[in-house]
């Protein structure tokens, strides 16, 4: 079945980068988008960023410019290169996996924290 596994999260300073990895099993990788999606304490969960099959990429405004999401088709994994990390960047982030239309079954990992401060 469809298996989603996080890594690279954890405590940094602002200013500081980490990058994320998602790999994926039991996947038709190239028929899936990929997403990073995260949830702050007290909010809800949003799309930070996106990047279909073909390589097409979207980003949420409050990380435009600073986080970069990437896939490797080859090894069934994503990635989100995260710098000049802001305080309000800590939260919990999934990554998700999109199955293309009609379907559109999503499927979800476990999720890697993130927090940054001082």
């Known amino acids: 079945q469809v298996q989603l596994v996080e890594s690279g999260g954890g405590l940094v300073q602002p200013g500081g980068s980490l990058r994320l990895s998602c790999a994926a099993s039991?996947?038709?990788?190239?028929?899936?988008?990929m997403g990073w999606y995260r949830q702050a304490p007290g909010k809800q969960r949003e799309l930070v960023a996106s990047?279909?099959?073909?390589?097409?990429?979207n980003y949420a405004d409050s990380v435009k410019g600073r986080f970069t999401i990437s896939r490797d088709n080859a090894k069934n994994t994503v990635y989100l290169q995260m710098n000049s990390l802001k305080p309000e960047d800590t939260a919990v982030y999934y990554c998700n996996a999109r199955r293309l239309p009609p379907s559109l079954r999503m499927y979800w990992g476990q999720g890697t924290q993130v927090t940054v401060s001082s």
């Open positions: 039991g996947v038709s990788f190239r028929n899936y988008d």
């Open positions: 990047i279909t099959g073909g390589g097409s990429t």
